[in-house]
């Protein structure tokens, strides 16, 4: 066990910077106290760092930490840490590590024995989450889709039955293409893109998948989340599932009545049905 205070001053300590998504305003004060006072900023790309750093009137030493060179550079900056240094890490727009760089740097100083601390800001999912109508007791963020038809297939179709709304990240230029496959896959749900958050032609298009091709003449630009709601069909669990699911942990070494109860657990059964329908002969 590993336990990490970030507000005792005494051990190196990565800082995360949440950045905006559009609207420079949304960058908190003590994310830019933070820039102030670090001696590098490492970043995703070093040239919009540097343009954001010069909004705020912050001049500082950028490194650039990128997905292609993120292993190698992680390192360099566990170094610098070590010996001292105050480090920030920004990517392009929203939380690092969320469809973008940070989780290997992130990693990496964890391993090391280096404090991380996130300092909070806009994250587009969270954004359209909130805003968009659909369900957000419950969410799961995919991120994007891949750009190969059979993979994106593969990856919905693993999604399909999950009750909770589901978030995904998609380019202009592949909205359609990846709605034409959301509706084979899951069927003419119901979703929401919000479009351009926080800047000037922020938009949310409500309605069901077939209805947002009727855009598709006019074309939607811009940077986007696609949010889909969850399935809202009942799932059917068959007695077999059960007595197989407890004859495998039964396998793994699980005494029954602890494998009765895991079972009962994941597919949310009652334990006495799962005790009659074993011990039945
Ligand atoms: N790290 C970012 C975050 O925390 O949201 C996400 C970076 S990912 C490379 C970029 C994708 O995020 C875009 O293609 C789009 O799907 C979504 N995105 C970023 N900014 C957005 C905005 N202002 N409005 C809508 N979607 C946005």
Avoid at 10 to 24: H, Q, S
Avoid at 29 to 35: C, I, N
Avoid at 118 to 124: F, P
């Amino acid at each position: 066990m590993i336990r990490t205070k970030s507000f005792d001053n005494t051990d190196p300590i990565l800082y995360l910077i949440a950045t905006p998504i559009g609207n420079l305003s949304e960058i908190s004060e003590r994310a830019l106290e933070v820039l102030r006072n670090v001696d590098f900023v490492a970043a995703e790309d070093t040239r919009n760092a540097r343009s954001l750093l010069f909004h705020y009137g912050i001049k500082k030493d950028c490194i650039s930490v990128r997905e292609h060179n993120e292993v190698q550079a992680s390192l360099s900056i566990i170094s610098l840490l070590r010996e001292g240094k105050k480090i920030a890490y920004m990517s392009d727009a929203g939380y690092p590590g969320i469809s973008d760089p940070g989780y290997i740097l992130v990693n990496k100083a964890i391993e090391s024995g280096i404090k991380v601390s996130t300092i909070s800001g806009s994250s587009a999912f969270l954004n359209a989450l909130v805003s968009s109508g659909l369900p957000t007791n419950h969410f799961y963020f995919f991120g994007f889709v891949s750009p190969k038809e059979k993979e994106a297939i593969d990856q919905l179709t693993n999604l399909k039955e999950m009750k909770d709304t589901l978030i995904f990240y998609e380019s202009p230029h592949r909205l359609f293409k990846t709605l034409r496959i959301m509706e084979k896959v899951f069927g003419n749900r119901e979703i929401v893109i919000a479009r351009e958050l926080t800047k000037i032609n922020e938009e949310y298009i409500r309605g069901k998948i077939k209805e947002i091709f009727d855009l598709e003449q006019e074309g939607l630009k811009g940077e986007m989340v696609v949010l889909v709601s969850g399935s809202l069909e009942e799932k059917v669990i068959d007695d077999e599932t059960l007595k197989h699911r407890v004859g495998l942990l039964n396998k793994k070494g699980l005494s029954t009545k602890d494998a009765i109860e895991i079972t009962s657990e994941e597919f949310s059964v009652n334990k006495n049905y799962i005790y009659d329908l074993v011990h039945k002969k």
